[in-house]
C-alpha cells in the first residue's frame, strides 16, 4: 500500500514538474515571437521614417538618412543571404563569422549617424559628412561582396547539380529505348536502288561494255520458272494379272493367213 502511495506521489510531482517545463517553454518562446514581432515593427517604422527623410528632406539631414538607409538595406539583406545559405552550405559559416564582424562596425556607424542627425551644430556635421559617407561605401561594399559571393556559389553549385540531372536523365532515356532508331519507314533489309548514271548506262543501246544487252531480270525469271513448273504426274497403276506379259526383246507374233 505504501509502495502504490508513493508511486502515485511520484508521478504526481513528475506530471507537475512536466506541466512547469513546458508552460516555461511556451511562454518563452512567445516572448521571442512578440520581440520579433515588435523588432520587425521597429525596424519597418524606422526604414519607413528614413526613406521619407532621404526624399522629402534636403541638404544634411537628408544625406545622413539616405547613409543610413543605404547601410541598413545592404547590411539586412547579406544576413539574411548568408544565414540562409548557412543551412545548407557548411562552407558558408565562416562567411556568417566575418559578417558579424563586419555588423558590429555597421552598427557603430549606424549609431554615429543617428547622432549626427539630433546634433544641432549642422555645420560641424556637414564638415565630417565625407568622412561618415566613405565609412558607409566601405562597410556595404564589404557587405555587398559577401552577398553575391554566396549566391554565385548557391548557382554554381544548383547549375553543376542541374547538369549532373540531365547527364543521368540521358543515360537513363537511353537505357529505357535499347531498340536502333527507325529509317523512316524503310526496309533495312531491301537492296540499294542503282544509281542514276549505272541505270542510264545499261538502259543506253550501244554502249562500249556489252552494248543492247539487257541483263536478265532475275525477279522475273523466277517468276517465269514458277509458272512453267511441271504439271503433276499421275499416279503408278498395278499391272492387270490377266494380260500376258511381254518383255521388250520378243517379237511381235504374226497372224496366220491362208493361201
Known amino acids: 500500500m505504501e509502495a502504490a502511495i508513493l508511486i502515485l506521489a511520484l508521478l504526481f510531482v513528475a506530471f507537475v514538474a512536466l506541466g512547469v517545463y513546458a508552460t516555461v517553454k511556451a511562454v518563452k518562446a512567445t516572448k521571442r515571437g512578440v520581440d520579433r514581432t515588435i523588432t520587425q515593427a521597429r525596424r519597418t517604422v524606422e526604414d519607413t521614417t528614413l526613406r521619407a527623410k532621404s526624399y522629402g528632406q534636403g541638404g544634411v539631414g537628408g544625406e545622413l538618412a539616405q547613409l543610413r538607409l543605404s547601410l541598413r538595406t545592404s547590411m539586412r539583406a547579406t544576413q539574411d543571404a548568408l544565414e540562409a545559405g548557412a543551412a545548407e552550405d557548411a562552407s558558408l559559416r565562416e562567411s556568417l563569422e566575418l559578417f558579424r564582424r563586419l555588423s558590429a562596425h555597421g552598427h557603430e556607424l549606424d ?22 559617407r566613405e565609412r558607409t561605401e566601405r562597410i556595404t561594399h564589404a557587405a555587398d561582396s559577401l552577398r553575391w559571393a ?18 543521368q536523365i540521358d543515360i537513363e532515356a537511353g537505357a ?49 520458272g514458277a509458272d512453267e513448273a511441271p504439271a503433276e504426274r499421275p499416279a503408278i497403276t498395278a499391272r492387270d494379272p490377266r494380260l500376258p506379259h511381254s518383255y ?7 497372224p496366220e493367213t491362208t493361201d
Open 248 to 254: 521388250p526383246w520378243q517379237k511381235t507374233t504374226r
Open 111 to 132: 549609431e554615429d549617424l543617428k547622432r549626427m542627425e539630433r546634433d544641432p551644430d549642422r555645420a560641424r556635421v556637414a564638415a565630417q559628412l565625407g568622412d561618415l
Open 176 to 224: 529505357l529505348r535499347p531498340w536502333p532508331e527507325e529509317s523512316g519507314g524503310r526496309d533495312d533489309f531491301a537492296w540499294p536502288e542503282p544509281a542514276a548514271g549505272e541505270s542510264s548506262e545499261r538502259s543506253r543501246p550501244g554502249s562500249s561494255d556489252g552494248a543492247g544487252v539487257r541483263e536478265p531480270d532475275t525477279a522475273s525469271g523466277a517468276r517465269h
Open 150 to 167: 554566396a549566391r554565385d556559389r548557391a548557382r554554381k553549385f544548383a547549375d553543376d547539380d542541374l547538369a549532373t540531372l540531365s547527364a
